[in-house]
T-cell receptor, first 115, second 113 residues
Framework: GAGVSQSPRYKVAKRGQDVALRCDPISGHVSLFWYQQALGQGPEFLTYFQNEAQLDKSGLPSDRFFAERPEGSVSTLKIQRTQQEDSAVYLC?????????????FGEGSRLTVL | GENVEQHPSTLSVQEGDSAVIKCTYSDSASNYFPWYKQELGKRPQLIIDIRSNVGEKKDQRIAVTLNKTAKHFSLHITETQPEDSAVYFCAASTDSSASKIIFGSGTRLSIRP
């Protein structure tokens, strides 16, 4: 496709359940970012990949959060033992270059609701 | 790490008037400052950006100014139109191979007819 694609668009999980969120970046984009956006807030940085290398995971809120991009294309954000405070929209973005100073192309997000 | 503060959180202006949104950043190494627009239920999209080697950039009705000494930058929208209603986010990052873009908390702009 032409843009960044995320799935599922909506996910309802029971507390304690594991979830996996998928991101298909724009073909050829080197950089991939995951952000968490709570209602009425700006995107909060979670983690950053350059190709398959996870260069920064300083924003992951706990060890229940794990992200991978094994072949340098599709990425998965996994949340184990979900908690209510994990409820948010998870945005994936990709950019063409290696540095953090290029346009980010966002997906439509995956809205996670933890009951 | 970088911290970006944005204000106001909400802004209502009469159609045709100007709107100004202001941001400050903490990391003096930051040298790239994009602005993203997010319409209700949609993904954020880049509307304009500025690098630290310039003080101002314009694109039709939108302009951004940067004051590196004071570490603040602003978005100016002139002749506002209904389609300008959205949430606007400022952001900052550095030009390094492992840099991340840090966003402000957003400004909800409403244009009154």
């Amino acid at each position: 496709g032409a843009g960044v694609s995320q799935s599922p668009r909506y996910k309802v999980a029971k507390r304690g359940q594991d979830v996996a969120l998928r991101c298909d970046p724009i073909s050829g984009h080197v950089s991939l970012f995951w952000y968490q956006q709570a209602l009425g807030q700006g995107p909060e940085f979670l983690t950053y990949f350059q190709n398959e290398a996870q260069l920064d995971k300083s924003g992951l809120p706990s060890d229940r959060f794990f992200a991978e991009r094994p072949e340098g294309s599709v990425s998965t954000l996994k949340i184990q033992r979900t908690q209510q405070e994990d409820s948010a929209v998870y945005l994936c973005a990709s950019s063409l270059g290696e540095s953090g100073t290029g346009e980010l192309f966002f997906g439509e997000g995956s809205r996670l609701t933890v009951l | 790490g970088e911290n970006v503060e944005q204000h106001p959180s909400t802004l209502s202006v009469q159609e045709g008037d100007s709107a100004v949104i202001k941001c400050t950043y903490s990391d003096s190494a930051s040298n790239y400052f994009p602005w993203y627009k997010q319409e209700l239920g949609k993904r954020p999209q880049l509307i304009i950006d500025i690098r630290s080697n310039v003080g101002e950039k314009k694109d039709q009705r939108i302009a951004v100014t940067l004051n590196k000494t004071a570490k603040h930058f602003s978005l100016h929208i002139t002749e506002t139109q209904p389609e300008d209603s959205a949430v606007y986010f400022c952001a900052a990052s550095t030009d390094s191979s492992a840099s991340k873009i840090i966003f402000g908390s957003g400004t909800r702009l409403s244009i009154r007819p």
